[in-house]
Nanobody
Framework: QVRLVESGGGLVQSGGSLRLSCSAS????????MGWFRRAPGKEREFVAA????????HYAEAVKDRFTISKDNAKNTVYLQMNDLKPEDTAVYYC??????????????????WGQGTQVTVSS
C-alpha cells in the first residue's frame, strides 16, 4: 500500500515562504487525487489544495488561493506545496493525502485513503 512522508515544515515570519514536500512509496494510481490538508490547534482538518497525479487542474481553498501552489513530479512520486506570503493564520500541522476522491470529494478528507504523518508549520507575526 501507499506510504506518504511530508517534509519542509518549520518556523517562519509573517510574509515568508516555505516549500513542503510529500514523497509517496508503494502503489499510486494515476487517476487518484493528491491533496494537502491542515489542522490548526483545536480545529478540524481543513482542505488546502489538491491535484490528480495524472491531471493538471488544481484546486485551492479560498484562504490560500493566490499564495499557495501545488505541483508534482510524477517520476519521483512527489507532490509539493509552495507557500508564499505566509500569515499567522496558516499555522498548523500540514498533511498530504492520496485517494480515490471523485471531483466533488477532492476537498473532503473522506475522499482520501492514505495520509502522511504531518509536518508543523508555524508563522510568527
Amino acid at each position: 500500500q501507499v506510504r506518504l512522508v511530508e517534509s519542509g515544515g518549520g518556523l517562519v515570519q509573517s510574509g515568508g515562504s516555505l516549500r513542503l514536500s510529500c514523497s509517496a512509496s508503494g502503489r499510486v494510481f494515476s487517476n487518484h487525487a493528491m491533496g494537502w490538508f491542515r489542522r490548526a490547534p483545536g480545529k478540524e482538518r481543513e482542505f488546502v489544495a489538491a491535484v490528480r497525479w495524472s491531471g493538471e487542474t488544481t484546486h485551492y481553498a479560498e484562504a490560500v488561493k493566490d499564495r499557495f501552489t501545488i505541483s508534482k513530479d510524477n517520476a519521483k512520486n512527489t507532490v509539493y506545496l509552495q507557500m508564499n506570503d505566509l500569515k499567522p493564520e496558516d499555522t498548523a500541522v500540514y498533511y498530504c493525502a492520496t485517494g480515490s476522491a471523485v471531483r466533488v470529494l477532492m476537498r473532503a478528507p473522506r475522499g482520501y485513503d492514505y495520509w502522511g504523518q504531518g509536518t508543523q508549520v508555524t508563522v510568527s507575526s
